[in-house]
């Protein structure tokens, strides 16, 4: 295994658990953990996004480029993630079962329209 493969495995675990983590301590009731888990999952995107730049790094590109293309990738990516994350909420914190699945589809569809999006049609 490489060396650039072994550290962003070992950043997004470390990241993705910790993220997961703070959503749980964020979510859970009988957890009474609102503040520190907004801290812990904040923490954990942060371990992510870090691993993009790190990541990027190691294979000697510059560490993000924007342009046009890419901003309106990243938002529709933020948006699908957004509704996917609301359609969450509906089932697990309002007990709203139907509403939320229904919601949370879209959220997956517009995240699967991302694909063609970003590689482009051939």
């Given at each position: 295994?490489?060396?650039?493969?072994?550290?962003?495995?070992?950043?997004?675990?470390?990241?993705?658990?910790?993220?997961?983590?703070?959503?749980?301590?964020?979510?859970?009731?009988?957890?009474?953990?609102?503040?520190?888990?907004?801290?812990?999952?904040?923490?954990?995107?942060?371990?992510?996004?870090?691993?993009?730049?790190?990541?990027?790094?190691?294979?000697?590109?510059r560490a993000v480029v924007f342009n046009g293309k890419t901003v309106g990738t990243v938002l529709?990516?933020?948006?699908?993630?957004?509704?996917?994350?609301?359609?969450?909420?509906?089932?697990?914190?309002?007990?709203?079962?139907?509403?939320?699945?229904?919601?949370?589809?879209?959220?997956?569809?517009?995240?699967?329209?991302?694909?063609?999006?970003?590689?482009?049609?051939?």
């Open positions: 295994m490489k060396k650039k493969n072994f550290v962003t495995l070992i950043m997004c675990v470390v990241g993705g658990i910790l993220f997961a983590l703070g959503m749980c301590m964020a979510l859970l009731p009988e957890w009474d953990a609102m503040t520190p888990g907004i801290v812990v999952g904040a923490v954990g995107a942060a371990v992510l996004l870090a691993t993009v730049i790190v990541r990027r790094k190691m294979d000697g590109k529709f990516g933020i948006l699908g993630a957004v509704v996917f994350g609301v359609g969450m909420c509906l089932v697990m914190v309002w007990d709203m079962m139907i509403p939320g699945i229904a919601v949370g589809i879209v959220g997956i569809v517009l995240l699967l329209c991302l694909i063609p999006l970003c590689k482009g049609l051939k």
